[in-house]
């Protein structure tokens, strides 16, 4: 048992430094560029990711809600929630007027053909029988 966690420990450190290396900003990595940290990380087994962990990277919350990648970096608004987005909250607001106005024609449809039934109805257990109406 004892053995096993020899070898997994480390390779769980390994792991765990190598992924968050990748997805660091560059601008973030301290001393080294990135990439050498990545072949640190990866040569050097045990000490390797030790040594990411404890200064190869700065440690402080990144300003302006910035993620790791560099894509999602330079395509952010400024709106992190949908609740403080206001353009967010007006298509909602629009969707919910276009939902409402279907439902009303809905509705009506359906009090149009309850009452057309009914005449049918009406109209049928009387003596005499009345045509459809014709749509």
Known sequence: ???ALMYLLPLALTIYAFIDCLNTPEDEAKHLPKIAWVFIILLFWIVGPIVW???GKMRTAPAGGRTPSEWHRNHRTQWVAP?????FLKTLREENK???SVL???EADLR???EELKRR???SSGPEESAPPAS
């Open 1 to 3: 048992m004892f053995r």
């Open 53 to 55: 962990l404890a200064a």
């Open 83 to 87: 609740d403080d987005n206001p353009e």
């Open 98 to 100: 276009k939902d409402e």
């Open 104 to 106: 009303k024609d809905w």
């Open 112 to 114: 149009r053909r309850e």
């Open 121 to 123: 109805e009406r109209g």
